[in-house]
C-alpha cells in the first residue's frame, strides 16, 4: 500500500513530469494524487507518460480559480473502484477495495487555499463524504493549515484556522500520520512550514499498521513530495 501526493505547482515543465515520473517507478506507488496541475487538458497517452503500466486508471477535477485542479491516478490491478466523488475544485476521493487484503475504504486527495470560507466548505464536504459512504477515510495532501506553532519556522500559529482542523479531526477520530524524513514540507524564501499531511481512520491504522508518511526533496515546487508507504524489507 504505497499512496503518493505532491503540490506540484504546476505540472506543464518537463521536469515535474519527470520527477513525477521517477517518484512512481522508484516507489512502487498505488495511487497518486498530483495537485494544483494548472493544466485543464489530459488524455492517456499523457497519463502514461507520467506513469506507464498497462493497468494505470486516472481521473482529473478541473481548476477553479486559484485552486488549480487534481489529478489522481491508481494502479487498477491493486483496486477494485467503486466509486469516483469531486467537490467544488478543493478534493477528489476514491472508494475502492484494496484486492490484497479485501479492505474497503475511501481515500481524498485534498489542495485547499488559506481561506476561512474555503476551509470551511471543505471540512462540510468530507462530512458529508464520511455520511454518504460510511468507509474508513485517509485524506492526504495539502491542507495550507497547521495544528500547532512549531510546525511553521516562524511560529505563527492561525488560531481558529488550526482549532476547525482540530475540531474536524476529532469528531471524525482521524489520525495524523508522523511525519518521516523531514520535519517542514513547504518552503519559500526563509519561510517554512509542514501544511501537507495525511489522516486517516482507526481502522485504516489497524488495517496497515507498518505504513509510515515520508517526504522527498521537493525538486521544482515548492512542496515536497509525500508518500504514505509500507516500509521496505531488507531479507540479507
Known amino acids: 500500500m504505497n499512496i503518493c501526493a505532491w503540490n506540484s505547482c504546476g505540472l506543464g515543465m518537463l521536469n515535474k513530469q519527470y520527477s513525477i515520473r521517477n517518484r512512481l517507478l522508484n516507489s512502487n506507488v498505488d495511487i497518486c494524487f498530483l495537485l494544483k496541475i494548472k493544466k485543464d487538458n489530459f ?13 494505470v486508471k486516472w481521473a482529473f477535477l478541473e481548476s477553479v480559480g486559484k485552486l488549480g485542479g487534481i489529478i489522481m491516478m491508481w494502479d487498477n490491478s491493486i483496486f477494485e473502484v467503486n466509486s469516483i466523488e469531486f467537490g467544488g475544485g478543493q478534493w477528489i476521493s476514491l472508494c475502492d477495495k484494496h484486492v490484497n487484503s479485501s479492505f474497503n475504504y475511501m ?27 460510511e468507509l474508513p477515510m485517509v485524506v492526504i495532501s495539502d491542507f495550507n493549515e497547521t495544528l500547532h506553532a512549531h510546525e511553521r519556522s516562524n ?20 489520525i495524523e500520520f508522523k511525519l518521516q524524513g523531514s520535519r517542514f514540507t513547504w518552503f519559500r524564501g526563509g519561510f517554512m512550514s509542514c501544511i501537507d499531511t495525511t489522516f486517516a481512520s482507526p481502522e485504516f491504522h489497524l488495517q496497515f499498521p507498518f505504513l509510515s508518511l515520508c517526504s522527498y526533496p521537493r525538486g521544482v515546487s515548492d512542496h515536497c513530495q509525500l508518500l504514505l508507504q509500507t516500509p521496505k524489507v531488507d531479507w540479507g
Open 43 to 55: 488524455c492517456d497517452s499523457f497519463i502514461r507518460n507520467l506513469w506507464n503500466i498497462v493497468t
Open 107 to 133: 481515500v481524498v486527495g485534498v489542495y485547499v487555499t488559506s481561506s476561512v470560507q474555503d476551509h470551511a466548505k471543505l471540512w462540510e464536504d468530507i462530512t458529508t463524504l464520511k455520511f454518504a459512504f
Open 155 to 174: 511560529g505563527y500559529i492561525n488560531h481558529s484556522g488550526s482549532a476547525a482542523l482540530r475540531n474536524f479531526l476529532s469528531n471524525y477520530a482521524l
